[in-house]
């Protein structure tokens, strides 16, 4: 794969890259908050390719590669009071990027597989621009509603703490966030974490204003929950049972939200894309846009993902911040 940029308009461009032949079915893949292209790994993607998709993975603005916007993030006192600079941007900016980059690579409808604040930015492009979503898969996400999909107190503390300054420090801060966040029922690979940190920094050295700007952005979107009444696209939500970041009643709140859309429960996994869960989240994410278009390269579905099909836990389960 090969890094390139497009103009997505309204000043703002984007960096992506493409894995398997163009002739391919588009599968397009937004990463989470602060996170690069590079935090979809390799070997999954790999993984899709080898199933005929055509996949395209992309720096959201104010990280990696791509468009860094030039006033200063908010302080937390500012997100806490709702008081944004005016060239403040939400996910629904971050949702129009996504369809100019689509414009821009001359794709028209895809499958569409966000994690984290790429699950929020997904299911707004398919709220506000259904024609362009043949499938979403939202992974680990929420849908802004209060007190549900909150993160633990002791992620919130991890969140604020002193922004590193260097890349070993930068290293080392995402070995500690990872190891906190991470899969608990899956080996910690602490190689891979350090690895992609690094790389990370090398791209885009100094990265807290934009995590601060991305932040202050899913704060601004507010409660998106009656703006997902508008998806029509077959929706797939997966969640871990242990995410620390995005509490499971996040995940549960997205599936009510959409009309149609199945819950899928993964035991023992976090806010990360551990390598053990990699075959379950294709077959997973394969099996379902097979189901839109008759056309599934499953084999064999994976048992360590689990159909969870009942309610979200009630609110208060949900550590209130």
Not at 51 to 73: C, E, K, M
Not at 292 to 306: E, F, P
Request: charged share 20%; net charge neutral.
């Amino acid at each position: 794969m090969s890094e390139q940029i497009a103009d997505v308009g309204r000043g703002v461009s984007l960096t992506y890259e493409r894995l398997g032949g163009n002739d391919g079915t588009p599968l397009v893949l937004v990463p989470g908050l602060g996170q690069q292209l590079v935090a979809w790994p390799d070997g999954l993607c790999e993984l899709f390719a080898e199933r005929g998709y055509q996949v395209i993975r992309l720096d959201n603005r104010d990280v990696g590669g791509s468009t860094h916007a030039g006033f200063r993030p908010p302080a937390p006192q500012q997100m806490l009071f709702k008081r944004w600079d005016p060239a403040q941007y939400d996910l629904h900016d971050m949702a129009a990027d996504t369809v100019g980059l689509l414009d821009a690579l001359g794709l028209g409808a895809v499958h569409l597989v966000g994690m984290s604040m790429g699950g929020m930015i997904s299911q707004t492009v398919a709220a506000r621009y259904p024609q362009r979503v043949a499938s979403l898969t939202s992974i680990m996400s929420t849908t802004g509603a209060a007190r549900l999909g909150r993160p633990a107190l002791s992620t919130w503390r991890r969140m604020f703490g002193r922004p590193a300054r260097t890349r070993a420090e930068h290293v080392e801060a995402s070995v500690r966030m990872y190891r906190h966040i991470s899969s608990a029922g899956y080996p910690f690979d602490e190689a891979a974490v350090r690895a992609t940190a690094g790389l990370s920094w090398d791209r885009d050295p100094r990265p807290a204003p934009g995590v601060g700007r991305q932040l202050a952005g899913i704060l601004k979107s507010g409660d998106r929950t009656k703006e997902l009444a508008a998806v029509t696209a077959p929706t797939l939500v997966v969640h871990g049972d242990r995410d620390m970041m995005v509490h499971p009643t996040g995940g549960a709140a997205t599936a009510r939200a959409i009309a149609g859309a199945r819950l899928h429960t993964v035991p023992g996994m976090g806010h990360d894309l551990p390598a053990g869960a990699w075959p379950a989240l294709v077959d997973l994410i394969d099996g379902h846009i097979g189901s839109t278009t008759g056309q599934s390269h499953t084999t064999t579905q994976s048992s360590t993902a689990t159909t969870n099909s009942s309610a979200a836990p009630r609110s208060a389960d949900a550590p209130n911040l």
